[in-house]
Nanobody
Framework: QVRMVASGGGSVQAGGSLKLSCTSS????????LGWFRQLPGEGRDKVSC????????YYIEGVRGRFTISKDNAKNELYLQMDNLKPEDSAMYYC????????????????????WGQGTQVTVSS
């Protein structure tokens, strides 16, 4: 089963930075749009940011725009999320996944060759 593995989370104080990484042993990142999603306890997973297959277009939700930067290294088959000026409300479990496009209405692709949600990474921001 395809697994997307996210890493790089941790505990930081407000205003701090973290860089998340994501990789997959099955999917070719150069061929697909990708996204970062986050989940609060008891809630669903919401899109945070996405990037197109060629890396030329990105999208951010309003709450992180200007603080987070999504990027990818297709040669290494890795996806990143640089998170700066973190706020307590950014605290969540973060996941990476394939996306059906990249924009306000794009969402996650699950099932089939894309598998299910993979391993997330916890981000905790204290005030």
């Amino acid at each position: 089963q395809v697994r997307m593995v996210a890493s790089g989370g941790g505990s930081v104080q407000a205003g701090g930075s973290l860089k998340l990484s994501c990789t997959s042993s099955k999917l070719t990142f150069a061929a697909i749009d990708l996204g970062w999603f986050r989940q609060l306890p008891g809630e669903g997973r919401d899109k945070v940011s996405c990037i197109t297959a060629n890396g030329e277009s990105t999208y951010y939700i309003e709450g992180v725009r200007g603080r987070f930067t999504i990027s990818k290294d297709n040669a290494k088959n890795e996806l990143y999320l640089q998170m700066d000026n973190l706020k307590p409300e950014d605290s969540a479990m973060y996941y990476c996944a394939a996306a059906n496009g990249c924009g306000p209405r794009s969402g996650v692709i699950l099932g089939g060759e894309f598998g299910n949600w993979g391993q997330g990474t916890q981000v905790t921001v204290s005030s």
